[in-house]
């Protein structure tokens, strides 16, 4: 029977297989990304899609870091020149052009580290900026479902996935489709690389801290805004990358 309790029952198991799996490969991308941070770098991520909840849930939230930035196809519009329909095309993410305007509005710079998340890893968009970021030298962390990616065609010219690009690929353990419970005549609901991507997220951050706690170092992290002070702390932090980090609504 398809419901809440049944969602919360299938959930579960995928949370600890992907905590249980994904132990070396978190810590490999906490050593790119802590690496970068202490070498004054930002972390950049990206997600299209619904994997845009991933890069939101690295980016610029109270518990973690600060020197993050959300890249993300709106950006084309509030800091591009492109007009806001091209927002209303459902295939933009298939467009590799769109990863070089994507790039050099972020600016990155030298020693930047990307996360790059997608489910199927397959899109032109996704798989176009992880091309480019590896060819311009940046450590690139890829967040997608292996399950999925091994069974789709690229969408990509190059025929490659973004998972063969990147130097640390984390499973998010979604199956194919996503969808996590299966309806009788086909098709599936309830999907969970939001879920898994979230906590993956977090993971991520807590690994990226005990990296500065053991060089001795304080880390950046945000405090709620809705406390007292955390304001003040956020700005003093925000101010050390002035230009660098981009915070909208």
Do not use: W
Request: net charge negative.
């Amino acid at each position: 029977m398809i419901s809440a309790q049944g969602y919360a029952d299938a959930v579960r198991p995928v949370l600890d297989r992907l905590v249980d799996a994904s132990a070396d490969a978190i810590g490999a991308a906490a050593d790119l990304i802590a690496t970068s941070l202490r070498t004054g770098g930002v972390l950049q991520a990206f997600g299209a899609g619904h994997s845009e909840a991933f890069a939101a849930e690295l980016v610029a939230r109270a518990g973690g870091l600060v020197p993050t930035n959300r890249l993300s196809l709106h950006d084309l519009v509030l800091h591009g020149d492109a007009p806001r329909d091209v927002l209303a095309d459902p295939k933009l993410e298939r467009d590799p052009a769109v990863a070089h305007q994507l790039y050099e509005l972020a600016a990155p710079q030298p020693q930047d580290v990307f996360v790059v998340a997608s489910q199927s890893g397959i899109n032109g968009s996704v798989v176009e900026l992880a091309t480019l970021v590896t060819g311009r030298g940046h450590p690139l962390i890829a967040v997608t479902s292996v399950a999925h990616t091994a069974r789709v065609a690229p969408r990509h010219p190059s025929g490659r996935r973004l998972a063969d690009l990147a130097d640390v690929v984390l499973d998010n353990g979604a199956p194919y489709g996503d969808a996590l419970l299966p309806l009788e005549g086909g098709g599936a609901v309830c999907a969970v690389s939001s879920v898994t991507a979230a906590l993956l997220a977090q993971l991520l951050t807590a690994e990226v801290v005990r990296r500065f706690h053991q060089a001795g170092e304080v880390p950046p992290i945000y405090l709620s805004a809705n406390v007292p002070g955390g304001d003040e702390h956020n700005h003093a932090l925000e101010s050390r990358y002035a230009g660098r980090l981009r915070r909208t609504a």
